[in-house]
Nanobody, 126 residues
Framework: QVQLVESGGTLVQAGDSLRLACAAS????????MGWFRQAPGKEREFAAA????????WYGDSVKGRFTISRDNAKMTVYLQMNSLKPEDTAVYYC???????????????????WGQGTQVTVSS
């Protein structure tokens, strides 16, 4: 069992930056993947980014590419999502998730992830 706890969500203004953190109770496994998703009211859950616990590979959803950066600190078992140039349409509950390294997880299929955090609210005002 992996427990995930997100933090860092808050109210910011358009153009601001914000960093979210996701602390894992343990690594899912050495080749596992950690992902960030977001869900706005009335919309489906959307893939934002994913990273492996080992190696340098990262993956991003089209809507955040170039503005968001995912990173990790293995010693702290924490994954971060640095969000720059925030827009009102980035307003959502942000979730982190853990899953195996598969084509589905790195392509952002939420159904392929096994563990989820409770989410943290990010609100971007215009």
């Amino acid at each position: 069992q992996v427990q995930l706890v997100e933090s860092g969500g808050t109210l910011v203004q358009a153009g601001d930056s914000l960093r979210l953190a996701c602390a894992a109770s343990r690594r899912n496994f050495s080749s596992g993947v950690m992902g960030w998703f977001r869900q706005a009211p009335g919309k489906e859950r959307e893939f934002a980014a994913a990273i492996m616990w080992s190696g340098t590979n990262t993956w991003y959803g089209d809507s955040v590419k170039g503005r968001f950066t995912i990173s990790r600190d293995n010693a702290k078992m924490t994954v971060y999502l640095q969000m720059n140039s925030l827009k009102p349409e980035d307003t959502a509950v942000y979730y982190c998730a853990a899953g195996p390294l598969t084509t589905a997880t790195v392509n952002g299929d939420a159904r392929a992830y096994d563990y989820w955090g409770q989410g943290t609210q990010v609100t971007v005002s215009s």
